[in-house]
């Protein structure tokens, strides 16, 4: 069974930065892409971003130039980097991998 744990959430004004960390651990067999969603309030949950186990990264196009994704292999565990932060950002950010999902971090920013 796989856990993931994600990190780093908060209030942030607009075009702040912050950085989500997402720990898996458990029996990690899978080898699908681990990904972040975006779920804004009120509204469904939407990939923002991923990365393959090659390293390959896919973004949404709202979050290109902005976002960047990365993982730390040897630590089982993928980050969201978050510049230039806008309002439409504000919601919870779930991490994904395969059929297992975290719990979620919140991320408000303000005007």
């Known amino acids: 069974q796989v856990r993931l744990e994600e990190s780093g959430g908060g209030l942030v004004q607009a075009g702040g930065s912050l950085r989500l960390s997402c720990a898996a651990s458990g029996e990690i067999f899978v080898t699908a892409p681990m990904v972040w969603y975006h779920q804004p309030p009120g509204k469904q949950r939407d990939m923002v971003a991923a990365?393959?186990?090659?390293?390959?990264?896919h973004y949404a196009e709202h979050v290109k130039g902005r976002f960047t994704i990365s993982r730390d292999g040897a630590k089982n565990t993928v980050f969201l980097q978050m510049n230039s932060l806008k309002s439409d950002d504000t919601g919870v950010y779930y991490c994904?991998?395969?059929?297992?999902w975290g719990q979620g971090t919140q991320v408000t920013v303000s005007p």
């Open positions: 994904n991998l395969g059929k297992a």
């Open positions: 990365i393959t186990e090659g390293g390959t990264t």
